[in-house]
C-alpha cells in the first residue's frame, strides 16, 4: 500500500490517495484501476469511524486467487466538504428551486460535483498513470462508490464517457435525501428527485457499447428510499441497450442495511462484474 499525503486538488484543497497494487501484479506490467470514493474507508478499519473497512485489498485478493487478473485500487480520501462534492449537480439541475434548496441545506451547501470530477480525471487519473503502470486507454479505468460516492461516481462516468469501462454504484444515494433513516422523504419530493435522475440518466449517460455498469441497494436503512429513483435509473438505461446480467448487475440484497459491512459482503460481486462480466449468486430480491 502507498498512500500519498495531501494531494492538491484544484479548488477543493487536498485529499490523500490510496493506491494499493496486489502482489500478484507483474513487476512494471500495466493492469487496470479503480478509482474509488471515501478512500479512507476501503483498507484500515482504524480509520473508519464505524471500525469497519470495506477490505478492499483482502476481497482483490481472493478474486485473483480465483482467477481475475490483477486490478489496482485507488481509493481518494473524501474531505470535510463531502456532501457537497459528492451531491450530483447534473441532478440537482433538473429540480425545482424549493427542492433543490433544501437539498443543498442539507448538504451544507451548492455542489461542488462538476469540479470534483474534474479534478478525479484531469488531475488524480492522469497522477496515477505516470506514477504507476496502468492499462492504456478506457479498457484500463474504472469508477466506483458507495452511497452518495456511488451517485457521483455515475456523474464523472456520464460527464467523461470516454474515460472508463464501467462503474460501481453501492447502496446508490440517488434519493439524495433522506441522510437519515427516521426521516423518510415526502412522496412528492421523492417523485421530483426520482424524476430528475431518470431524466439525467436518459439524456446524459453513455449508451452501453461494451461498458458495464453494477447498481445495487440493500433492503435495509436509507436503502429502502431508493426504490423511486432507482426504478427510474433502470428504465432508463433499458433504453440506452443495458442488458440485465450483461452489461448490467447489481440489484437488492437482502438482510443488510447501509454501512462497510454491507458493503464489504458484496463488493467482490461488483468489481468481478464490471472487470470480466461475470456474476456470483448473492442472497438477492
Request: hydrophobic share 40%; glycine share 12%.
Amino acid at each position: 500500500m502507498k498512500v500519498v499525503r495531501d494531494f492538491p486538488i484544484s479548488a477543493l484543497g487536498v485529499r490523500d490517495l490510496y493506491v494499493w497494487t496486489p502482489d500478484e501484479a507483474p513487476e512494471g506490467h500495466p493492469i487496470p484501476v479503480v478509482y474509488m470514493q471515501d478512500g479512507q474507508n476501503l483498507f484500515d478499519p482504524r480509520q473508519v469511524p464505524s471500525g469497519d473497512s470495506w477490505g478492499m485489498d483482502g476481497c482483490v485478493s481472493r478474486l485473483i486467487d480465483q482467477g481475475l487478473e490483477p486490478v489496482r485500487i485507488v481509493g481518494i480520501a473524501s474531505g470535510a466538504e463531502r456532501l457537497r462534492d459528492y451531491a450530483p449537480s447534473a441532478i440537482l439541475n433538473g429540480l425545482s428551486a424549493e427542492t433543490r434548496a433544501t437539498v443543498e441545506a442539507a448538504f451544507g451547501g451548492v455542489s461542488r460535483s462538476e469540479a470534483y470530477a474534474n479534478a478525479v480525471v484531469q488531475e488524480v487519473m492522469p497522477f496515477i498513470e505516470t506514477a504507476f503502470p496502468t492499462s492504456p486507454g478506457s479498457a484500463g479505468a474504472y469508477l466506483m462508490g458507495a452511497s452518495l460516492g456511488g451517485a457521483i461516481s455515475a456523474e464523472i462516468y456520464s460527464r467523461f464517457p470516454g474515460r472508463f469501462a464501467g462503474v460501481g454504484c453501492l447502496s446508490a444515494h440517488f434519493s439524495l435525501l433522506p441522510l437519515d433513516e427516521r426521516a423518510p422523504p415526502p412522496a412528492a419530493f421523492a417523485q421530483e428527485v426520482a424524476d430528475a435522475v431518470g431524466a439525467v440518466f436518459r439524456e446524459s449517460f453513455p449508451k452501453a457499447d461494451g461498458r458495464r455498469v453494477w447498481i445495487d441497494a440493500s433492503e435495509g436503512s436509507i436503502d429502502r428510499f431508493y426504490g423511486p429513483s432507482h426504478a427510474q435509473i433502470a428504465r432508463a438505461l433499458a433504453s440506452l441497450g443495458y442488458r440485465e446480467g450483461v452489461d448490467l448487475a447489481g440489484g437488492l440484497y437482502l438482510g443488510v442495511g447501509h454501512d462497510e459491512a454491507a458493503w464489504r459482503a458484496r463488493v467482490g460481486d461488483a468489481v468481478l462484474f464490471l472487470l470480466t462480466g461475470k456474476t456470483m449468486g448473492a442472497s438477492r430480491g
